[in-house]
Protein backbone atom coordinates (compact mmCIF):
# COMPACT_ATOMS: atom_id res chain seq x y z
CA UNK A 1 0.00 0.00 0.00
CA UNK A 2 2.69 2.49 0.84
CA UNK A 3 5.02 1.63 -2.11
CA UNK A 4 1.61 1.94 -4.54
CA UNK A 5 1.24 5.59 -2.45
CA UNK A 6 4.37 6.65 -3.70
CA UNK A 7 4.68 5.85 -6.92
CA UNK A 8 1.04 7.70 -7.50
CA UNK A 9 3.42 10.31 -5.64
CA UNK A 10 6.18 10.34 -8.32
CA UNK A 11 3.80 10.50 -10.87
CA UNK A 12 1.76 12.95 -9.49
CA UNK A 13 5.39 14.92 -9.34
CA UNK A 14 6.15 14.38 -12.77
CA UNK A 15 2.54 15.47 -14.42
CA UNK A 16 2.59 18.57 -12.42
CA UNK A 17 6.18 19.37 -13.74
CA UNK A 18 4.80 18.65 -17.05
CA UNK A 19 2.32 21.39 -16.52
CA UNK A 20 4.45 23.85 -15.61
CA UNK A 21 6.41 23.45 -18.58
CA UNK A 22 3.83 23.15 -20.72
CA UNK A 23 2.35 26.79 -19.13
CA UNK A 24 5.79 28.24 -19.76
CA UNK A 25 5.95 27.23 -23.24
CA UNK A 26 2.55 28.76 -23.94
CA UNK A 27 3.48 31.68 -22.30
CA UNK A 28 6.81 32.05 -24.03
CA UNK A 29 4.56 31.61 -27.73
CA UNK A 30 2.39 34.07 -26.49
CA UNK A 31 5.06 36.67 -25.99
CA UNK A 32 7.00 36.31 -28.52
CA UNK A 33 4.77 34.93 -31.18
CA UNK A 34 7.42 35.88 -34.60
CA UNK A 35 9.86 33.77 -33.01
CA UNK A 36 6.99 31.13 -32.74
CA UNK A 37 5.97 31.54 -36.36
CA UNK A 38 9.90 31.60 -37.47
CA UNK A 39 10.81 28.32 -36.11
CA UNK A 40 7.13 26.50 -37.47
CA UNK A 41 8.09 27.47 -40.69
CA UNK A 42 11.38 26.64 -39.86
CA UNK A 43 10.59 23.12 -38.76
CA UNK A 44 7.67 22.71 -41.72
CA UNK A 45 9.84 23.50 -44.38
CA UNK A 46 12.41 20.54 -43.39
CA UNK A 47 9.45 18.08 -42.63
CA UNK A 48 8.10 18.91 -46.09
CA UNK A 49 11.11 19.31 -48.33
CA UNK A 50 13.44 16.07 -46.53
CA UNK A 51 11.67 13.97 -44.25
CA UNK A 52 8.26 13.28 -45.47
CA UNK A 53 9.69 12.69 -49.48
CA UNK A 54 12.47 10.75 -48.14
CA UNK A 55 10.56 8.39 -45.21
CA UNK A 56 7.10 7.82 -46.93
CA UNK A 57 8.53 5.39 -49.66
CA UNK A 58 10.37 3.37 -46.70
CA UNK A 59 7.02 3.63 -44.75
CA UNK A 60 4.80 2.44 -47.40
CA UNK A 61 7.01 -0.45 -48.75
CA UNK A 62 7.94 -1.76 -44.78
CA UNK A 63 3.52 -1.73 -44.52
CA UNK A 64 3.23 -3.52 -47.39
CA UNK A 65 6.31 -6.06 -46.99
CA UNK A 66 5.22 -6.88 -42.77
CA UNK A 67 1.35 -7.38 -44.48
CA UNK A 68 2.68 -9.80 -47.07
CA UNK A 69 4.64 -11.90 -44.74
CA UNK A 70 8.22 -10.80 -45.32
CA UNK A 71 9.31 -10.38 -41.69
CA UNK A 72 8.35 -14.09 -41.24
CA UNK A 73 10.50 -15.41 -44.42
CA UNK A 74 13.24 -13.46 -43.05
CA UNK A 75 13.02 -14.62 -39.71
CA UNK A 76 13.27 -18.38 -40.45
CA UNK A 77 15.84 -17.91 -43.03
CA UNK A 78 18.32 -15.27 -40.94
CA UNK A 79 17.41 -16.73 -37.26
CA UNK A 80 21.33 -18.07 -37.54
CA UNK A 81 22.77 -14.50 -38.33
CA UNK A 82 21.02 -12.39 -36.14
CA UNK A 83 20.44 -14.53 -32.64
CA UNK A 84 24.32 -15.17 -32.33
CA UNK A 85 25.53 -11.79 -33.42
CA UNK A 86 22.75 -9.55 -31.79
CA UNK A 87 20.70 -11.56 -29.71
CA UNK A 88 17.75 -10.37 -31.59
CA UNK A 89 15.03 -12.90 -33.31
CA UNK A 90 15.57 -13.57 -37.05
CA UNK A 91 12.73 -10.92 -37.70
CA UNK A 92 14.83 -8.50 -36.33
CA UNK A 93 17.20 -8.42 -39.75
CA UNK A 94 13.71 -6.81 -41.70
CA UNK A 95 14.30 -3.89 -39.42
CA UNK A 96 18.12 -3.82 -39.74
CA UNK A 97 17.33 -3.59 -43.48
CA UNK A 98 14.84 -0.69 -43.60
CA UNK A 99 16.15 1.26 -40.45
CA UNK A 100 19.86 1.24 -42.20
CA UNK A 101 18.77 2.29 -45.33
CA UNK A 102 16.13 4.98 -44.54
CA UNK A 103 16.15 6.58 -41.64
CA UNK A 104 14.74 7.65 -38.46
CA UNK A 105 12.40 6.95 -36.43
CA UNK A 106 11.13 3.88 -38.89
CA UNK A 107 13.45 1.69 -36.55
CA UNK A 108 11.22 2.28 -33.65
CA UNK A 109 8.33 2.20 -35.60
CA UNK A 110 9.05 -1.34 -36.74
CA UNK A 111 10.47 -2.53 -34.39
CA UNK A 112 6.89 -1.65 -31.96
CA UNK A 113 4.96 -3.58 -34.82
CA UNK A 114 7.28 -6.78 -33.86
CA UNK A 115 6.42 -6.48 -30.44
CA UNK A 116 2.99 -6.16 -30.93
CA UNK A 117 2.82 -9.01 -33.24
CA UNK A 118 4.23 -11.18 -30.78
CA UNK A 119 7.80 -11.37 -32.91
CA UNK A 120 10.00 -10.67 -30.64
CA UNK A 121 10.48 -10.16 -26.32
CA UNK A 122 10.69 -6.69 -24.68
CA UNK A 123 14.70 -7.28 -23.90
CA UNK A 124 14.66 -7.86 -27.39
CA UNK A 125 12.94 -5.17 -28.94
CA UNK A 126 15.00 -2.65 -26.71
CA UNK A 127 18.41 -4.22 -27.81
CA UNK A 128 16.47 -3.91 -31.68
CA UNK A 129 15.83 -0.48 -31.64
CA UNK A 130 18.61 0.60 -29.78
CA UNK A 131 21.06 0.27 -32.91
CA UNK A 132 18.44 0.69 -36.09
CA UNK A 133 17.42 4.11 -35.71
CA UNK A 134 20.07 5.70 -37.94
CA UNK A 135 19.79 8.97 -39.85
CA UNK A 136 19.08 8.59 -43.44
CA UNK A 137 22.22 7.74 -46.04
CA UNK A 138 20.75 10.39 -48.59
CA UNK A 139 21.06 12.70 -45.72
CA UNK A 140 24.01 12.19 -44.44
CA UNK A 141 25.59 11.61 -48.51
CA UNK A 142 23.90 14.50 -49.91
CA UNK A 143 22.31 17.32 -47.45
CA UNK A 144 24.96 17.08 -44.87
CA UNK A 145 28.23 16.67 -47.10
CA UNK A 146 27.22 18.37 -50.07
CA UNK A 147 24.24 20.64 -48.61
CA UNK A 148 26.37 22.01 -45.56
CA UNK A 149 29.83 21.27 -45.94
CA UNK A 150 30.00 21.50 -49.93
CA UNK A 151 32.21 18.46 -49.62
CA UNK A 152 30.70 15.58 -50.90
CA UNK A 153 33.70 13.98 -50.10
CA UNK A 154 33.13 13.97 -45.94
CA UNK A 155 29.82 12.08 -46.77
CA UNK A 156 31.53 8.36 -47.62
CA UNK A 157 33.73 9.68 -43.56
CA UNK A 158 30.31 10.30 -41.50
CA UNK A 159 27.59 7.67 -42.98
CA UNK A 160 30.53 5.30 -42.55
CA UNK A 161 31.50 5.91 -38.96
CA UNK A 162 27.88 6.22 -38.00
CA UNK A 163 26.87 2.81 -39.46
CA UNK A 164 30.01 1.33 -37.74
CA UNK A 165 29.33 2.74 -34.59
CA UNK A 166 25.80 1.60 -34.47
CA UNK A 167 26.13 -1.87 -35.38
CA UNK A 168 29.61 -1.57 -32.93
CA UNK A 169 27.11 -0.82 -29.93
CA UNK A 170 24.49 -3.59 -31.41
CA UNK A 171 27.27 -6.19 -30.94
CA UNK A 172 27.77 -4.74 -27.42
CA UNK A 173 23.94 -4.76 -26.77
CA UNK A 174 23.85 -8.50 -27.33
CA UNK A 175 25.34 -8.44 -23.17
CA UNK A 176 22.05 -6.51 -22.48
CA UNK A 177 19.85 -8.04 -20.00
CA UNK A 178 21.04 -11.69 -20.55
CA UNK A 179 18.60 -13.25 -18.23
CA UNK A 180 15.73 -12.53 -19.99
CA UNK A 181 12.39 -14.28 -18.48
CA UNK A 182 10.57 -14.36 -21.62
CA UNK A 183 10.60 -17.20 -24.25
CA UNK A 184 9.24 -17.13 -27.74
CA UNK A 185 9.10 -20.22 -30.06
CA UNK A 186 11.85 -20.02 -32.07
CA UNK A 187 10.90 -21.00 -35.90
CA UNK A 188 13.26 -24.30 -37.33
CA UNK A 189 17.10 -24.29 -37.62
CA UNK A 190 17.02 -27.36 -40.22
CA UNK A 191 19.48 -25.87 -42.81
CA UNK A 192 17.12 -29.15 -45.31
CA UNK A 193 14.77 -27.15 -47.55
CA UNK A 194 15.23 -23.99 -45.10
CA UNK A 195 14.23 -21.45 -47.89
CA UNK A 196 11.06 -23.95 -48.69
CA UNK A 197 10.78 -23.73 -44.89
CA UNK A 198 10.55 -19.67 -45.04
CA UNK A 199 8.59 -19.58 -48.06
CA UNK A 200 5.84 -21.67 -45.83
CA UNK A 201 5.91 -19.48 -43.24
CA UNK A 202 5.21 -16.66 -45.25
CA UNK A 203 2.29 -18.64 -46.76
CA UNK A 204 0.84 -19.43 -43.93
CA UNK A 205 1.13 -15.67 -42.87
CA UNK A 206 -0.28 -14.48 -46.02
CA UNK A 207 -3.06 -16.79 -45.30
CA UNK A 208 -4.38 -15.18 -42.45
CA UNK A 209 -4.32 -12.15 -43.62
CA UNK A 210 -7.75 -11.62 -44.69
CA UNK A 211 -7.54 -8.03 -46.25
CA UNK A 212 -8.29 -7.87 -49.79
CA UNK A 213 -4.95 -6.41 -51.69
CA UNK A 214 -6.23 -3.04 -52.40
CA UNK A 215 -7.32 -2.12 -48.81
CA UNK A 216 -3.98 -3.72 -47.80
CA UNK A 217 -2.02 -1.04 -49.86
CA UNK A 218 -4.74 1.85 -48.97
CA UNK A 219 -4.29 0.76 -45.37
CA UNK A 220 -0.43 0.90 -45.90
CA UNK A 221 -0.69 4.44 -47.66
CA UNK A 222 -3.19 6.05 -44.60
CA UNK A 223 -0.60 4.72 -41.82
CA UNK A 224 2.16 5.91 -43.46
CA UNK A 225 0.97 9.41 -44.06
CA UNK A 226 -0.21 9.43 -40.43
CA UNK A 227 2.87 8.46 -38.88
CA UNK A 228 4.36 11.18 -40.71
CA UNK A 229 1.77 13.40 -39.93
CA UNK A 230 2.99 12.73 -35.90
CA UNK A 231 6.62 13.18 -37.01
CA UNK A 232 6.04 16.02 -38.69
CA UNK A 233 4.41 17.64 -35.32
CA UNK A 234 7.43 16.56 -33.32
CA UNK A 235 9.61 18.32 -35.76
CA UNK A 236 7.79 21.82 -35.54
CA UNK A 237 7.03 21.84 -31.99
CA UNK A 238 11.00 21.79 -31.04
CA UNK A 239 11.85 24.11 -34.02
CA UNK A 240 9.73 26.30 -32.06
CA UNK A 241 11.47 25.15 -28.81
CA UNK A 242 14.59 25.52 -30.27
CA UNK A 243 13.85 29.03 -31.37
CA UNK A 244 12.57 29.85 -28.09
CA UNK A 245 15.33 28.63 -26.05
CA UNK A 246 17.97 30.40 -28.16
CA UNK A 247 15.90 33.65 -28.27
CA UNK A 248 16.52 33.35 -24.21
CA UNK A 249 19.87 32.16 -23.71
CA UNK A 250 19.03 28.69 -22.37
CA UNK A 251 20.95 27.13 -25.40
CA UNK A 252 23.92 29.07 -25.04
CA UNK A 253 24.07 28.53 -21.21
CA UNK A 254 23.20 24.57 -21.82
CA UNK A 255 26.32 24.90 -24.59
CA UNK A 256 28.82 26.67 -22.16
CA UNK A 257 27.75 23.69 -19.30
CA UNK A 258 28.84 21.35 -22.51
CA UNK A 259 32.07 22.79 -22.81
CA UNK A 260 33.34 21.94 -18.89
CA UNK A 261 33.06 18.09 -20.80
CA UNK A 262 34.08 18.82 -24.07
CA UNK A 263 37.04 21.67 -23.82
CA UNK A 264 39.45 19.93 -22.22
CA UNK A 265 39.21 16.73 -24.97
CA UNK A 266 40.52 19.60 -27.29
CA UNK A 267 37.04 21.59 -29.10
CA UNK A 268 36.90 24.69 -29.68
CA UNK A 269 34.71 27.21 -28.26
CA UNK A 270 33.07 28.12 -31.21
CA UNK A 271 31.34 24.53 -32.04
CA UNK A 272 29.68 24.41 -28.59
CA UNK A 273 26.46 26.34 -29.26
CA UNK A 274 26.21 23.65 -32.58
CA UNK A 275 26.28 20.53 -30.30
CA UNK A 276 23.67 22.59 -27.44
CA UNK A 277 21.23 22.71 -30.73
CA UNK A 278 22.12 19.48 -31.79
CA UNK A 279 21.17 18.13 -28.35
CA UNK A 280 17.56 19.16 -29.33
CA UNK A 281 17.80 18.82 -32.89
CA UNK A 282 19.93 17.34 -35.16
CA UNK A 283 19.05 19.44 -38.54
CA UNK A 284 19.96 22.21 -37.14
CA UNK A 285 22.48 21.39 -35.12
CA UNK A 286 24.13 19.69 -38.33
CA UNK A 287 24.45 22.90 -39.95
CA UNK A 288 25.25 25.35 -37.11
CA UNK A 289 28.64 23.00 -36.76
CA UNK A 290 29.32 23.20 -40.61
CA UNK A 291 29.15 27.27 -40.25
CA UNK A 292 31.40 26.90 -36.69
CA UNK A 293 34.89 28.86 -36.69
CA UNK A 294 36.83 25.73 -35.70
CA UNK A 295 38.73 23.29 -37.86
CA UNK A 296 37.16 21.36 -40.15
CA UNK A 297 37.63 18.33 -38.55
CA UNK A 298 36.42 19.42 -35.14
CA UNK A 299 32.92 19.92 -37.50
CA UNK A 300 32.91 16.79 -38.99
CA UNK A 301 33.29 14.81 -35.77
CA UNK A 302 30.58 17.50 -34.33
CA UNK A 303 28.27 16.21 -36.96
CA UNK A 304 28.71 12.83 -36.12
CA UNK A 305 28.11 13.07 -32.76
CA UNK A 306 25.27 15.12 -33.11
CA UNK A 307 23.64 12.93 -36.42
CA UNK A 308 24.26 9.81 -33.51
CA UNK A 309 22.69 11.37 -31.03
CA UNK A 310 19.67 12.47 -33.10
CA UNK A 311 18.02 14.99 -31.16
CA UNK A 312 15.30 15.01 -28.54
CA UNK A 313 13.09 15.71 -31.36
CA UNK A 314 13.61 12.29 -32.82
CA UNK A 315 13.48 10.50 -29.07
CA UNK A 316 9.86 12.04 -28.89
CA UNK A 317 9.11 10.53 -32.00
CA UNK A 318 10.58 7.39 -31.13
CA UNK A 319 8.25 7.62 -27.78
CA UNK A 320 5.47 8.05 -29.62
CA UNK A 321 6.05 5.06 -31.72
CA UNK A 322 6.31 2.81 -28.72
CA UNK A 323 4.06 3.79 -26.37
CA UNK A 324 1.11 1.63 -27.07
CA UNK A 325 3.51 -1.16 -26.01
CA UNK A 326 5.93 -2.49 -22.50
CA UNK A 327 9.22 -1.26 -24.49
CA UNK A 328 11.08 1.11 -22.52
CA UNK A 329 12.41 4.42 -23.32
CA UNK A 330 15.69 4.36 -20.83
CA UNK A 331 17.58 1.30 -22.79
CA UNK A 332 17.38 3.80 -25.71
CA UNK A 333 18.29 6.97 -24.74
CA UNK A 334 21.49 5.51 -22.67
CA UNK A 335 22.12 3.71 -26.08
CA UNK A 336 22.19 7.06 -27.99
CA UNK A 337 24.87 8.39 -25.29
CA UNK A 338 27.47 5.34 -26.38
CA UNK A 339 26.53 5.57 -29.84
CA UNK A 340 27.53 9.60 -29.67
CA UNK A 341 30.70 8.97 -28.08
CA UNK A 342 31.32 5.38 -30.57
CA UNK A 343 30.45 8.15 -33.08
CA UNK A 344 32.51 10.52 -32.03
CA UNK A 345 35.70 8.44 -31.92
CA UNK A 346 34.94 6.70 -35.35
CA UNK A 347 34.42 10.29 -36.93
CA UNK A 348 37.55 11.04 -35.80
CA UNK A 349 39.75 8.12 -37.12
CA UNK A 350 38.11 8.43 -40.08
CA UNK A 351 39.23 11.47 -40.51
CA UNK A 352 42.72 11.15 -39.58
CA UNK A 353 42.96 8.02 -41.98
CA UNK A 354 41.90 9.86 -44.54
CA UNK A 355 44.65 12.96 -44.20
CA UNK A 356 43.74 16.27 -45.58
CA UNK A 357 40.29 17.04 -45.25
CA UNK A 358 40.16 19.73 -47.61
CA UNK A 359 41.80 17.49 -50.45
CA UNK A 360 38.43 16.03 -51.02
CA UNK A 361 36.21 19.23 -51.34
CA UNK A 362 34.81 19.11 -54.89
CA UNK A 363 34.83 22.52 -56.72
CA UNK A 364 31.75 25.12 -56.73
CA UNK A 365 30.96 23.89 -60.02
CA UNK A 366 30.83 20.16 -59.28
CA UNK A 367 28.84 20.52 -55.99
CA UNK A 368 26.11 22.35 -58.14
CA UNK A 369 25.77 19.30 -60.39
CA UNK A 370 25.71 17.47 -57.69
CA UNK A 371 23.01 18.89 -56.05
CA UNK A 372 21.26 19.09 -59.38
CA UNK A 373 21.70 15.18 -59.36
CA UNK A 374 20.87 14.01 -56.23
CA UNK A 375 17.94 11.88 -57.22
CA UNK A 376 19.57 11.18 -60.45
CA UNK A 377 19.20 7.01 -61.55
CA UNK A 378 22.63 6.49 -61.09
CA UNK A 379 23.12 7.20 -57.69
CA UNK A 380 19.99 5.70 -56.47
CA UNK A 381 20.90 2.21 -58.71
CA UNK A 382 24.07 2.28 -56.70
CA UNK A 383 22.55 2.39 -53.35
CA UNK A 384 19.82 -0.34 -54.73
CA UNK A 385 22.51 -2.40 -55.54
CA UNK A 386 24.86 -2.07 -52.73
CA UNK A 387 21.49 -3.09 -50.71
CA UNK A 388 21.18 -6.14 -52.68
CA UNK A 389 24.47 -7.25 -52.29
CA UNK A 390 25.03 -6.74 -48.47
CA UNK A 391 21.42 -8.35 -48.10
CA UNK A 392 22.40 -11.28 -50.64
CA UNK A 393 25.92 -11.70 -48.65
CA UNK A 394 23.70 -12.13 -45.41
CA UNK A 395 21.42 -14.52 -47.34
CA UNK A 396 24.40 -16.95 -47.89
CA UNK A 397 25.85 -16.54 -44.86
CA UNK A 398 22.25 -17.81 -43.24
CA UNK A 399 22.21 -20.69 -45.50
CA UNK A 400 25.70 -21.49 -44.76
CA UNK A 401 25.57 -21.49 -41.38
CA UNK A 402 22.04 -23.90 -41.60
CA UNK A 403 24.28 -26.14 -43.32
CA UNK A 404 26.78 -26.13 -40.72
CA UNK A 405 24.08 -26.60 -37.75
CA UNK A 406 22.95 -30.03 -40.22
CA UNK A 407 26.29 -31.45 -40.81
CA UNK A 408 27.43 -30.90 -36.90
CA UNK A 409 24.08 -32.61 -35.64
CA UNK A 410 24.74 -35.24 -38.69
CA UNK A 411 28.33 -36.33 -37.49
CA UNK A 412 27.03 -36.21 -33.74
CA UNK A 413 24.10 -39.10 -34.60
CA UNK A 414 27.36 -40.73 -36.52
CA UNK A 415 29.32 -41.10 -33.79
CA UNK A 416 26.31 -42.49 -31.39
Not at 26 to 47: D, H, Q
Not at 235 to 240: D, G, M, S
Amino acid sequence: MVGKFKNNSRKDIARLGWTVLALAFTAAMIYNPRIVFEGSVTGLKTWWNIVFPSLLPFFIASELLMSFGVVHFMGVLLEPVMRPLFKVPGAGSFVVAVGFTSGYPIGAMLTARLRSDGLCTRVEAERLMSFTNNSSPLFMLVAVSVGMFNNPGLGVLIAGAHYMSNLTLGLILRFYAGGDPERLAEPPVSGRGVVRQAFRKMLKQQRQENRPVGKIMGDAVKNSVANLLNIGGFIILFAVIIKLMSTAGIIEAFARTLGLFLLPLGFAPDILPALGSGFFEMTIGSKLASEAAAPLMQQVVAVGMILAWSGLSVHAQVASMISETDIRMLPFVVSRVCHTCLAGLYTYLACTWAGTLEETAAPVMAVTRLLQDVSFTGFNFKVFLLFILLLATVIMAALILHTLRDVRVLIARIKL
